[in-house]
Nanobody, 123 residues
Framework: QVQLVESGGGLVQPGGSLRLSCAAS????????IGWFRQAPGKEREGVSC????????YDADSVKGRFTISRDSAKNTVYLQMSSLKPEDTAVYYC????????????????WGQGTQVTVSS
């Protein structure tokens, strides 16, 4: 059975760092791309970063480029999102989701989602 479980969220001061984890089960990262999304209160869900299946190509939203890094550990079937230089506007619930083979910017292309993990950036 397919499952995605996020962890690693929390409260951090501006300028701080967090590492989110997305543990996948029921499928392998060799076949599915994993995207990180976030949703702040009153806002639409937006894509943050994505890592493709076969070649591990990565994509980042302009708002996080140079600050966030997506990576994966195929042996652990886990994808990570290392977040640095965090800003208050990064506050949101962060979700990971899977899509077949290649990354997509469209939320509707992702068929399984995790439950989300809260990230709050505040002093």
């Amino acid at each position: 059975q397919v499952q995605l479980v996020e962890s690693g969220g929390g409260l951090v001061q501006p300028g701080g760092s967090l590492r989110l984890s997305c543990a996948a089960s029921g499928f392998t990262l060799n076949t599915y791309a994993i995207g990180w999304f976030r949703q702040a209160p009153g806002k639409e869900r937006e894509g943050v970063s994505c890592i493709s299946s076969r070649d591990g190509s990565t994509y980042d939203a302009d708002s996080v480029k140079g600050r966030f890094t997506i990576s994966r550990d195929s042996a652990k079937n886990t994808v990570y999102l290392q977040m640095s230089s965090l800003k208050p506007e990064d506050t949101a619930v962060y979700y990971c989701a899977r899509t077949f083979y290649r990354c997509s910017r469209y939320v509707s292309r992702y068929d399984y989602w995790g439950q989300g993990t809260q990230v709050t950036v505040s002093s």
